[in-house]
């Protein structure tokens, strides 16, 4: 069962792009939710994480949404540059003492 | 400090071979997971440690066994290779509490055939 939903499966946008990335999940008890990079051939690394009480959070040229009512959030990407091309999975997890959920992963590619 | 180092980086197996994969945090982190990454899955949980001393199945433990040695290392044991076991292994650690950022390991790439 798929507890975190997360498209598009793959996504490709010019430099200086703006790529955003969905995911939707069902279960209310989710409170955390981080974004992970991962590049070819390595693990994947914390991106940026947000929780529900706040609906946008930012660091740097990454942004995460986030509608609590819709049960979905985001990532957008601004001015996305070709160093910015590697896979990105949403997660979520319920409680300090849970375990994270991934989505299935988007690769993005930034061509010049 | 190496963060999370994972051994071996490669392995090719024969169906019903056994091996460890071995993972190690500097750390001082309190939590431990093993992950398995497949094409258009995400990443999986296989198992993880909480704690030292604690292990718990996660959504896909069947075929595996774990072991948490001490504080720094978790290992991950394939009793009876199957090439449905042909992935890419991750470990992360955890510090916990309201510190909730996993560091994953570089990966170990394992083909069954």
New interface residues.
């Given amino acids: 069962q798929q507890q975190v939903k997360q498209s598009p499966q793959s996504l490709i946008v010019q430099k200086g792009g703006i790529p955003i990335i969905n995911c939707a999940y069902e279960n209310t008890a989710f409170d955390y939710f981080p974004w992970y990079q991962q590049f070819p051939g390595k693990g994947p690394a914390l991106l940026i994480a947000i929780r529900p009480d706040v609906s946008e959070k930012k660091e740097g040229r990454f942004t995460i949404s986030f509608n609590k009512s819709a049960k979905q959030f985001s990532l957008h990407i601004m001015d996305s540059q070709p160093g910015d091309s590697a896979t990105y999975f949403c997660a979520a997890r319920a409680g300090t003492a849970s375990k994270l959920t991934f989505g299935t992963g988007t690769r993005l590619q930034v061509t010049l | 400090n190496a963060g ?1 180092t994972q051994t071996p980086k490669f392995q090719v197996l024969k169906t019903g071979q056994s091996m460890t994969l071995q993972c190690a945090q500097d750390m001082n982190h309190n939590s431990m ?1 093993w992950y398995r990454q497949d094409p ?6 296989i198992y ?1 440690s ?1 704690s030292e001393g604690t292990t718990d199945k ?1 959504e896909v433990p069947n075929g595996y066994n774990v072991s948490r040695l001490n504080k720094r290392e978790f290992s991950l044991r394939l009793e009876s290779a199957a090439p449905s076991q042909t992935s890419v292994y ?1 470990c ?1 650690s955890m510090y ?3 510190n ?8 170990t790439r394992l083909t069954v055939l």
């Fill in positions: 999370v997971y258009g899955m995400g990443l999986r949980l993880y909480a996660g991750f992360a916990g509490g309201a909730n950022e996993q560091f994953f390991g570089p990966g």
